[in-house]
Antibody
Framework: QGQLVQSGAEVKEPGSSVKVSCKAS????????LNWVRQAPGQGLEWMGG????????NYALKFQGRVTITADESTSTAYMELRSLSSEDTAVYYC?????????????WGQGTMVTVSS | DIVMAQSPDSLTVSLGERATITCKSS????????????LAWYQQKPGQPPKLLIY???TRDSGVPDRFSGSGSGTDFTLTISSLQADDVAIYYC?????????FGQGTKVAIK
């Protein structure tokens, strides 16, 4: 079935950056799309972007373009999401989620989530 | 972007009764070449990540109880819980994966009456 394990909680100051990792196990890493979805406290789900490891091609939501970078390391089956110029509005739980193939599929496996708190 | 609108925002249902959630997309998510609706439903319990329940609008994911069912096509979809159990208390989200950016409904909170 597969599993995604994310890095631990982070506390960041406004204006700084955060990098969250997502390590995959089970299945073939390069055959999936790894997506990043965030959820602000008490709010809904928001897709930020995704990457297809086999071609290292990332696709971003317009809202985050220029401020987020998603990368993948096939050698360690790990995806990363870096978000820059943080503000309090970026305080949220960040999830990685797997989709089959090129991304036109449901998110069948989710990481446990990483809480990012932006505060001075 | 495709906007997903769920209704109601919340509902309370007695144990053993039926719960119905609707999801409407701002444009069709039916891909005519394969006749598939690119629509999924997720369940999220407090402090947990979302869990996939239904994909292709009506296919249950592995291990999902058969009291959960999905239906609909084009722009109008429904998630039905045929006999609500205590374990079903959660927030439910629909999502389209027809066109990037993938978008979610605002969520429907299901509680026990």
């Amino acid at each position: 079935q597969g599993q995604l394990v994310q890095s631990g909680a982070e506390v960041k100051e406004p204006g700084s950056s955060v990098k969250v990792s997502c390590k995959a196990s089970g299945g073939t890493f390069s055959s999936y799309t790894l997506n990043w979805v965030r959820q602000a406290p008490g709010q809904g789900l928001e897709w930020m972007g995704g990457i297809i490891p086999i071609v290292l091609t990332a696709n971003y939501a317009l809202k985050f373009q220029g401020r987020v970078t998603i990368t993948a390391d096939e050698s360690t089956s790990t995806a990363y999401m870096e978000l820059r110029s943080l503000s309090s509005e970026d305080t949220a739980v960040y999830y990685c989620a797997r989709a089959q193939g090129g991304g036109f599929d449901a998110f069948d496996v989710w990481g446990q989530g990483t809480m990012v708190t932006v505060s001075s | 972007d495709i906007v997903m609108a769920q209704s109601p925002d919340s509902l309370t249902v007695s144990l053993g009764e039926r719960a119905t959630i609707t999801c409407k997309s701002s444009q069709s998510v039916l891909y005519s070449s394969n006749n598939r609706n690119y629509l999924a439903w997720y369940q999220q319990k407090p402090g947990q990540p979302p869990k996939l329940l239904i994909y292709w609008a009506s296919t249950r994911d592995s291990g999902v109880p058969d009291r959960f069912s999905g239906s609909g096509s084009g722009t109008d979809f429904t998630l039905t819980i045929s006999s609500l159990q205590a374990d079903d208390v959660a927030i439910y989200y629909c999502q389209q994966y027809y066109s990037s950016p993938w978008t979610f409904g605002q969520g429907t909170k299901v509680a026990i009456k």
